[in-house]
């Protein structure tokens, strides 16, 4: 199976490294560039600075034996997300805004590929792993939000981005598709 991470930043980075037992191709997208300030909170080295991200987190997996990765430094667009997304049998989507979500969600309804979204409140004091069916992408982005940057949300990440792995390893293992609602004091299922 090929599983398209898109957007690893704070949630995607660590879900990765904790699917990375999978027999299956992880594949990545994202834009941006690893800063130092990204170094607190998402799974990346010191030597991973200045580089793009999708291309860091490859080149970390691919000093693991036997992990299978691809790297696509690039931004999702209607443009080039059906060429992304082709042959994947899992879309999981760990954006950190409504455009992408939705542009990604458009095209995995289009298509019927399942497609699992995880993100936590602007706040930091909840996080939801859901499936498509069950998701509607908001559109509470707004300038000034707060973000996972700076490692305040650490905690509550290192749990929503383990229970996304654990959802999507179950998925590949069975197909079972599993909500849940995580905080730092529980993880409840939302749905059986």
Known sequence: MRILFCGVGAIGSHAVMLCRNLEATLAFVDFDRVESKNLLAQAYV???????????????????????AEAFGVRLTAENVGQLAAGAGLLVDCFDNAASRKLLSDHARANSIPLIHAGIDGAGTFGLVRW????????????????????????????????????????????TRRDAMVSLSSVTATNQ
């Open 132 to 175: 498509d069916e069950r998701f509607t992408p908001d559109a509470e982005d707004k300038p000034g939000q707060p973000t996972c940057e700076g490692g305040a949300h650490l905690p509550l990440l290192g749990v929503l981005s383990a229970t996304l792995a654990r959802a999507i390893q179950d998925f590949v293992a069975s197909g």
């Open 46 to 68: 010191k030597p991973s600075l200045g580089k793009n991200k999708a291309e860091a987190l490859k080149l970390q997996l691919l000093n693991l034996h036997g992990v299978k």
